[in-house]
């Protein structure tokens, strides 16, 4: 019997309809477009506006419109995994929400919270389901509002996020194409630099921790990206070594979404030209969990059945990791 891999069979993604640019957030905090284009490549971020509406919604269109590209329901799903770390709540997870919302009454699901790596960490955990012979449609979804949890009057960390989803459908292959090895690492000293300060356990939420705007992303640039630059790129360069990937048989880098000049950093580690890595920070910014699979659906159309693909994260925490994908479908015989 031949090795059965995970193959992505679908993607979808959703980003909300407010656009905030930067020219919006010069009248909110002390900064330029030119300031913040430079130093991250963003120009503008979506924004999830509403009363009551927390992440879950931006995953219930990405459910639907992967059950749409497969020609399934949502009654067909085994397993929904959703990486996040801005849940509805506390508990119960936001994947068992998101499931009661699409009516996945026959899957399971739970969340996990890896900040900037969750999807990665996500698809890993998702693939050896299907690995298992026991399931057979695993949806992953990496999706943050993370704008519930910026400050926007702190200019360091406002103008870096934005609200989105992306999500893939996993299901069996024994053909070679699929999840074929992964990087995953953490580090949890790295929460000294990037972190909420309170609303766990070790620091619950008070009166006094509101009034001190502690339940906001709390981020020390410089050593972030001191440690994403090294990192992201090391994890990158282990999953090449070991697949005997080259710049030349690499066709996409798929790179969290974080900073233009560490993808820069990551994709010359690589050896790989400016045409062969994904990047949309420009218009979304980071949306977190959600910067790879939203890159994959945007890029759908141009990936072509047996690409070899690298995915690359580091996030809060710190976590980090490569994954190496060897795409299964023409993207564009799919159907909108």
Known sequence: MSKITAAITAVGGYVPDYVLTNEELTKMVDTTDEWITTRTGIKERRILKGEGKGTSELCVPVALEICKKKGITPMDIDLLIVATVTPDM?????????????????????????????????????????????????????????????????????????????GVLLEPNEDGYGLIDSELKSDGHGREYLHMKAGGSAKPASAETVANREHFVYQEGKMVFKYAVANMASAAEEIMRRNNL???????????????????????????????????????GNTTAGTIPLCLWEWESKLKKGDNIVLAAFGGGFTWGASYIKWAYDGDKIEK
């Not at 900073?259 to 400016?274: V, Y």
Request: a neutral charge; aromatic letters at 10%.
């Open 90 to 166: 506390v508990f119960p997870a936001t994947a068992n929400v998101v499931c009661d919302k699409i009516g996945a009454k026959n899957a399971f699901g739970f969340d996990i919270s890896a900040a900037c790596s969750g999807f990665l960490y996500a698809l890993d955990t998702g693939a050896r389901f299907i690995e298992s012979g026991r399931y057979k449609r695993v949806m992953v979804i990496g999706a943050d509002k993370m704008s519930s949890i910026i400050d926007y009057t702190d200019r360091a960390t406002c103008i870096i996020f934005g609200d989105g989803a992306g």
């Open 246 to 284: 080259t710049s030349e048989n690499i066709a996409w880098l798929t790179p969290h979404q974080a900073n233009l000049r560490i993808i820069a950093a990551t994709s010359h580690a690589m050896g790989l030209p400016d045409e062969k890595v994904m990047i949309n920070i420009d218009r979304f």
